[in-house]
C-alpha cells in the first residue's frame, strides 16, 4: 500500500479563504476588523521565522495584526503590563505569547494572565478546563488541524484507537482530548511508555508530537492507518550554505508505505496550525461581539 498524502498547505488555504470570508462579512456589515496580538520575547530564529509568517497571513485574510516584539531579558513585569493592555484593547480579539519564553520567565502565570477569551492558543488553564469538560472553549490550534484533516480524511472517527505520541501540554495533551471528544479510543504514550512500537501498532490513527527527527518508523505502523506527523525538526546542515532538511517525528518514506494516509512534513500540520490560529481569531471575534460564530473552523 502506499499511503494517500494529506496536503495541509491546500487544507489550510481553504480555511484561510474560510476565514476571510468571514472577515469580509464582520467588516461589511458590523464594521468590525477582527485583530491579533502576536508577542515574541528575545530572538529565537525559528520563532521568528514562525512570527512573520503568521503576520503576513492574518494581514492577507483581512485582519489587523499587532506584533509586540521584546528584549530576551524584558521583566516578567514588563512582559504582564503588556498583556494587561492588549486584554483592555478592544481592537484587539486574539493573543499569542510565543513558546517557549526565555527560562527566567514563569510560562504558566503569563499565559494565565491573558483573557480567556483572547486566548486563541487554547493553552488559558481556564480553556483547558473547558475542553476537557467538553464545553466551548479555545481549542489550541496544532490539535484543532490534525482533527480537521482527520474528520476531512476520514468522516466519522468514532470507536478508532487513536494513539497520540507525546504529552505535552500544548499539543498532546490537548489532541487526546479531541480524539476523545470523537469517541475515539485513546492512548498517550510518552518517554516512560513500555513498548512503544507495540502500542503504535494497535493504532488506526497515530499523532507523533514528540520532537525527535524520524522516531517513528514504517515498521511501528498498522496496514492502513492515518499517521498525523506534528514534528518539526531542522537536521544539521549537510552542505554548505545549506539550512539544514526539515523533518517530522515519523520516518515518511518507510510509513507512507504502510500507512493509509500520512501528512508530510513540511506542508502538513505546519500551515493547518497558523490556519486555525486565524480560525480562532475570528471566532473570538465574534463571540466578543454576541455574534453567531462561524461555523466549521471550531472543533
Ligand atoms: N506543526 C506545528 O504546528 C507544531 C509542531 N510542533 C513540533 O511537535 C513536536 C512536539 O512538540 P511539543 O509537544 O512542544 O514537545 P515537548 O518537548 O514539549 O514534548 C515532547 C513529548 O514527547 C515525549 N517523548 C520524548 N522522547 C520520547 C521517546 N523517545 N519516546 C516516546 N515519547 C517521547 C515526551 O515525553 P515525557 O513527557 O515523558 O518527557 C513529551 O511528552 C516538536 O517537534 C515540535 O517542534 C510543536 C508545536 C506546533
Ligand atoms: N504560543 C505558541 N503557539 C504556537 O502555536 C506555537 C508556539 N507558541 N511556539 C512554536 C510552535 C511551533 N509552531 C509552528 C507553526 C507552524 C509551522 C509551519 O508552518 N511550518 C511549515 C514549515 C516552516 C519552515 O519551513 O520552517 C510546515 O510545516 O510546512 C511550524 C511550527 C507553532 N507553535
Ligand atoms: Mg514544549
Redesign the pocket.
Known amino acids: 500500500m502506499t499511503a494517500k498524502v494529506i496536503d495541509?498547505?491546500a487544507f489550510a488555504a481553504t480555511v484561510r479563504e474560510k476565514v476571510a470570508g468571514h472577515v469580509a462579512r464582520l467588516k461589511e456589515e458590523h464594521g468590525i476588523t477582527p485583530g491579533l496580538a502576536v508577542v515574541l520575547v528575545g530572538e529565537d530564529p525559528?520563532?521568528q521565522?514562525?512570527v512573520r509568517?503568521k503576520g503576513k497571513q492574518t494581514v492577507e485574510v483581512g485582519m489587523n495584526s499587532f506584533e509586540h516584539k521584546l528584549e530576551a531579558d524584558t521583566s516578567e513585569a514588563d512582559l504582564l503590563a503588556l498583556i494587561d493592555q492588549l486584554n483592555n484593547d478592544p481592537s484587539v480579539h486574539g493573543i499569542?505569547?510565543?513558546?517557549?519564553l526565555p527560562g527566567h520567565l514563569n510560562e504558566d502565570l503569563v499565559i494565565n494572565s491573558i483573557d480567556p477569551a483572547k486566548d486563541v492558543?487554547g493553552?488559558h488553564i481556564s480553556n483547558v478546563g473547558l475542553l476537557g469538560t467538553g464545553q466551548k472553549s479555545m481549542v489550541?490550534?496544532?490539535p484543532l488541524g490534525c482533527l480537521m484533516m482527520l474528520r476531512d480524511h476520514h468522516g466519522s472517527l468514532s470507536g478508532m484507537n487513536a494513539v497520540v505520541v507525546g504529552r505535552s501540554n500544548?499539543v498532546g495533551k490537548p489532541m487526546a482530548q479531541l480524539l476523545l471528544g470523537d469517541s475515539c479510543t485513546v492512548t498517550i504514550a510518552h518517554s516512560r511508555t513500555k513498548d512503544l512500537p507495540g502500542v503504535v501498532r494497535g493504532a488506526d490513527i497515530v499523532v507523533a508530537a514528540v520532537g525527535r527527527p524520524e522516531m517513528v518508523p514504517g515498521d511501528w505502523i498498522k496496514p492502513g492507518a492515518m499517521v498525523i506527523d506534528v514534528g518539526?525538526n531542522?537536521l544539521p546542515p549537510e552542505e554548505e550554505g545549506g539550512k539544514g532538511r526539515?523533518v517530522g517525528d515519523c520516518h515518511y518514506d518507510s510509513c507512507a508505505e504502510v500507512a493509509g494516509a500520512i501528512t508530510p512534513?513540511?506542508?502538513?500540520?505546519?500551515?493547518m496550525?497558523?490556519a486555525c490560529?486565524l480560525a480562532n481569531t475570528v471566532t473570538a471575534c465574534c463571540r466578543a461581539n454576541g455574534l453567531a460564530e462561524p461555523e466549521g473552523l471550531t472543533a
Do not use: E, H, M, N
Open positions: 495541509g498547505k525559528a520563532s521565522v514562525y509568517s499569542l505569547v510565543q513558546l517557549p492558543d493553552f489550541p490550534c496544532t500544548i518539526i531542522r526539515l512534513v513540511p506542508g502538513g500540520v505546519g500551515p496550525t497558523i490560529l
